[in-house]
């Protein structure tokens, strides 16, 4: 249920699991062919209103992030230098400002 000025309302989600930090690369599958950004456009343009990110406690414990792995840093110039969990947070930020929702 999701509750709009304190109203309860029924919400449907259509979305897309995004393999992601839960394996060797610890971000998200894709980001070795197309931007992040992009991705999540796609996404949202295909109609869905959710992106389900999978991760595991390794690609998100404290003192030990993980250096990601896979990524075209020529398409994804703004994630160089950042470890797993910044780019979590940036990925989580672009899709709140797509309007979609992230189920856990």
Known sequence: MLFKNDEEQLLHLYGVTRVCFKYR?????GLNIRNRIEILEIDKNSGFNATRLSFCAASVKPR???AP???N?????????????????K??????ELDLYIPL
Do not use: C, Q
């Open 25 to 29: 690369s610890h971000v998200v599958e």
């Open 64 to 66: 030990t992030f993980p």
């Open 69 to 71: 792995r896979t990524i």
């Open 73 to 89: 840093y020529t398409v994804n110039r703004d994630l160089i230098g950042l470890n797993s969990v910044t780019i979590m947070e």
């Open 91 to 96: 990925i989580v930020a672009k899709v709140a």
